[in-house]
């Protein structure tokens, strides 16, 4: 088994588990994001919002690739 095999094992398990559990995931996204938006005293909302949808499609959408 190659390092490349292992790394095809390793994807197939992150997409296992963000398919159990991808609504938790998101859940940490938004929470991490909320948490960068009181730190920075909302002075980056918008910005904070733009990049929690981002990261949450970027899960999706990896979650769906063959």
């Known amino acids: 088994m190659g ?3 292992k790394f095809d094992e390793l994807k197939e ?3 296992d588990a ?3 559990h991808g ?3 998101e859940q940490g996204i938004d929470k991490a994001g909320g948490l960068v938006d009181d730190k920075t005293g909302g002075q980056h909302s918008e ?11 970027g899960l999706r959408n990896f979650g769906e690739q063959p």
């Not at 910005?47 to 499609?57: F, S």
């Open 3 to 5: 390092i490349g095999d």
């Open 13 to 15: 398990k992150a997409k």
């Open 18 to 20: 963000l398919g159990q």
């Open 23 to 25: 609504d938790k995931a």
């Open 47 to 57: 910005r904070i919002q733009q990049g929690t949808e981002k990261a949450k499609e």
